[in-house]
């Protein structure tokens, strides 16, 4: 069974910068959309951005427009989340997320902490 696999949060001063990574664990056809959704504590999970995988066409939260960047190797079923000006709301926990036909993967989260 294919899973995802995110990487690379942790604890980072407001204003700095970490990079996700989610990677699917086997191969996965006819992937439509990647992305990236995030819930903090006491709140609804909520779209970061996503992007699809032909035309690239990509959506980010007002919130994180700007500050934030995906990106995805379609070869390898990678998606990426760069992360800068990180503000302490960005904390919470980071999921990915691939959908298509008949498919909607997420994996387990990693969680991602803004303080001083």
């Known amino acids: 069974q294919v899973q995802l696999v995110e990487s690379g949060g942790g604890l980072v001063q407001p204003g700095g910068s970490l990079r996700l990574s989610c990677a699917a664990s086997?191969?996965?056809?006819?992937?439509?959309?990647m992305g990236w959704y995030r819930q903090a504590p006491g709140k609804q999970r909520e779209l970061v951005a996503d992007?699809?995988?032909?035309?690239?066409?990509?959506n980010y939260a007002d919130s994180v427009w700007g500050r934030f960047t995906i990106s995805r190797d379609n070869a390898n079923n990678t998606v990426y989340l760069q992360m800068s000006s990180l503000k302490l709301e960005d904390t919470a926990v980071y999921y990915c997320?691939?959908?298509?036909?008949?498919?909607?993967?997420w994996g387990k989260g990693t969680l991602v902490t803004v303080s001083s």
């Open positions: 992007i699809t995988s032909r035309g690239g066409r990509i």
């Open positions: 997320n691939f959908r298509g036909f008949g498919m909607n993967l």
């Open positions: 086997g191969r996965i056809f006819s992937i439509d959309a």
